[in-house]
Nanobody
Framework: QVHLVESGGGSVQAGGSLRLSCATSGYNYDNYCVAWFRQTPGEEREGVAAIDSGGTTGYAESVKGRFTISEDSAKKTLYLQMDSLKPEDTAMYYC????????????????????WGQGTQVTVSA
């Protein structure tokens, strides 16, 4: 019943921008933490940005100042604005949701999220 669908990925040159969207349905969005993760082959899934039900945001150090997470709670849609993209940002990006997860200084680990989208590929060329 719960569905998360990412979109907005693509191929860009270094320094470019992309805006990812995650449309959600089937759960009480306002009680959930929603987040973006990314993963490359052979690597663990990495937390990129998260926002909890209280509006607290957290970012990976590697993306601070470049990425911005936001949401439209009425539309139950999550966004990730990515600016000043670098080749090392290349990855499959996933949105995730989980109930009653707080965001503090650390992005909650992937295991805390029980719903995931299918992913959208972001490729940044040098």
């Amino acid at each position: 019943q719960v569905h998360l669908v990412e979109s907005g990925g693509g191929s860009v040159q270094a320094g470019g921008s992309l805006r990812l969207s995650c449309a959600t349905s089937g759960y009480n969005y306002d009680n959930y933490c929603v987040a973006w993760f990314r993963q490359t082959p052979g690597e663990e899934r990495e937390g990129v940005a998260a926002i909890d039900s209280g509006g607290t945001t957290g970012y990976a150090e590697s993306v601070k100042g470049r990425f911005t997470i936001s949401e439209d709670s009425a539309k139950k849609t999550l966004y990730l604005q990515m600016d000043s993209l670098k080749p090392e940002d290349t990855a499959m990006y996933y949105c995730a949701a989980g109930p009653y997860i707080p965001v503090s200084r650390m992005i909650p680990p992937p295991s805390w999220f029980n719903y995931w989208g299918q992913g959208t590929q972001v490729t940044v060329s040098a």
